[in-house]
């Protein structure tokens, strides 16, 4: 049986870590309201992004433009969403695996993909998988606003317009509720399902053409559809946290709870032992 | 008089939003202004500021990578970054000016001198706009 003092040391220690993951938690609930409040900011100008675009590709019938149009596929591209810190649960792990598993299974050989990361841990993975890396973002911030993301945005789409790689998916966990994230699978590029979003379409007249609009319209909604995923992502980010950390006080506090039972037993046992010395010792002189 | 609603949506959320008398700005292909009652329009708008007309006096909203969607009730400008005159940061458009002024002196390379170009455009839209901020 460990010592009094081995349990009391425990107890001190798991107490303090306890603490910790309790602070970790009220941190992230409260980063999870911003965040959430930020994805909602975003609605809108998403909406009507997609609203103008899809009024566009459908009233606008003999306009093309490159990221319209399917190519044939010689190279993949693929941007993970990850965080830069761990202790979030699974939120990493998941859409690793998804990302991991899914481009094993499509390609044979590594030249027919390349990989974006955002967040340390998943640049992390797949540099030890070996995976082409081409670009990563560290250190984006907890709210992060739109200049914060414009670079890798700008770049994935530039890239795919230089013809660098013919499609685009990207992964994320998509934000269900505070205690539920889905692991999300999304083709940016070619945006081949424009048409389908919105049903209530007005005819627009082009200033100055159709073609000149989409050149625009084009890079800023594909810009806009992987700032929309970041912004899930964080917000799950901290609602995996904010979970994960509730889960750890909770299991911090039962073993608490179990080492005090032990605690007191132990003190118990030393107590009822002494006695039966002192008794043994009385008897002996008599 | 009759008037349109008019709202500046970034990713960031909205700006502005009002009923206003007419909006002006500048486009890809030239000045436009729109008045209640417009035909459904799209247009690319260039950097610059968004003049905004109402009841005897004019807002002013600096917009960067915009455009414009009118429809006959309501004006949509999208932009990836807009800030109305009075919330401009006149010290950092300052600094970004400098700072583009610098890149364009020095720099040899094609695709940092557009880059500088367009921050210098962004930045001295965003002091001038200030200007007509009461």
């Known amino acids: 049986m460990a010592s009094l003092r081995d349990i009391k040391n425990r107890i001190t220690s798991t107490k303090k870590t306890s603490q910790i993951t309790k602070a970790m938690e009220m941190v992230s609930a409260s980063k999870l309201s911003r965040a959430e409040s930020n994805a909602k900011a975003f609605v809108p100008y998403m909406d009507k992004v997609e609203e103008v675009v899809a009024s566009i590709a459908v009233g606008a019938k003999d306009a093309t433009h490159p990221m319209l149009v399917s190519r044939p596929v010689k190279k993949t591209a693929y941007l993970v969403i990850t965080s830069d810190r761990g202790l979030a649960g699974a939120y990493n792990s998941n859409v690793l695996r998804a990302a991991y598993n899914a481009i094993q299974s499509r390609h044979n050989s590594t030249d027919e993909y390349v990989v974006m990361t955002v967040g340390r841990v998943g640049r992390d993975f797949f540099a030890k998988k070996e995976v082409n890396i081409i670009d990563s973002i560290l250190g984006l911030p907890d709210q992060p606003i739109f200049a914060d993301i414009k670079e890798?945005?700008?770049k994935a789409v530039g890239l795919y317009a230089d013809g660098a790689f013919d499609e685009l998916y990207m992964y994320y966990n998509h934000f269900v509720s505070a205690i539920s994230q889905e692991v999300t699978e999304k083709k940016v590029l070619p945006l081949t399902d424009v048409a389908s979003v919105s049903n209530k379409l007005t005819s627009y007249e082009f200033e100055p053409s159709a073609e000149a609009i989409l050149e625009v319209l084009l890079p800023q909604y594909a810009e806009s559809l992987i700032y929309g995923a970041l912004l899930d992502g964080k917000a799950s980010e901290h609602a995996a946290r904010m979970t994960a950390m509730r889960s750890a006080t909770d299991n911090a506090k039962e073993l608490?709870?179990?080492?005090?039972?032990?605690?007191n037993r132990a003190r118990q046992a030393a107590i009822t032992q002494e006695i039966t010395e002192i008794v043994g010792g009385v008897a002996a002189l008599e | 008089m009759k008037t349109v609603k008019?709202?500046?949506?970034?990713?960031?959320?909205?700006?502005?939003?009002?009923?206003?008398?007419?909006?002006?700005?500048?486009?890809?292909?030239?000045?436009?202004?729109?008045l209640p009652g417009h035909i459904p329009m799209v247009a690319p708008l260039e950097i610059g500021a968004v003049r905004l007309k109402k009841e005897g006096h004019t807002d002013y909203v600096a917009v960067t990578g915009g455009f414009l969607e009118v429809r006959p009730e309501q004006v949509t400008i999208l932009a990836q970054a807009a800030e109305p005159a009075d919330q401009i940061d006149i010290e950092r458009a300052k600094e970004a000016k400098q700072r583009a002024e610098e890149n364009l002196q020095a720099k040899q390379d094609n695709i940092d001198f557009k880059r500088a170009e367009l921050a210098l455009r962004r930045a001295m839209n965003r002091i001038e706009v200030n200007q007509y901020n009461r």
Not at chain 1, 256 to 263: C, F, M, Q, R, V
Not at chain 2, 10 to 32: F, I, N, R, W
């Open chain 2, 6 to 34: 008019v709202s500046i949506v970034t990713p960031d959320g909205p700006v502005y939003e009002s009923d206003v008398e007419m909006v002006s700005t500048k486009a890809q292909s030239g000045e436009l202004g729109i």
């Open chain 1, 152 to 154: 890798i945005t700008s």
């Open chain 1, 256 to 263: 608490i709870d179990s080492l005090s039972l032990s605690y």
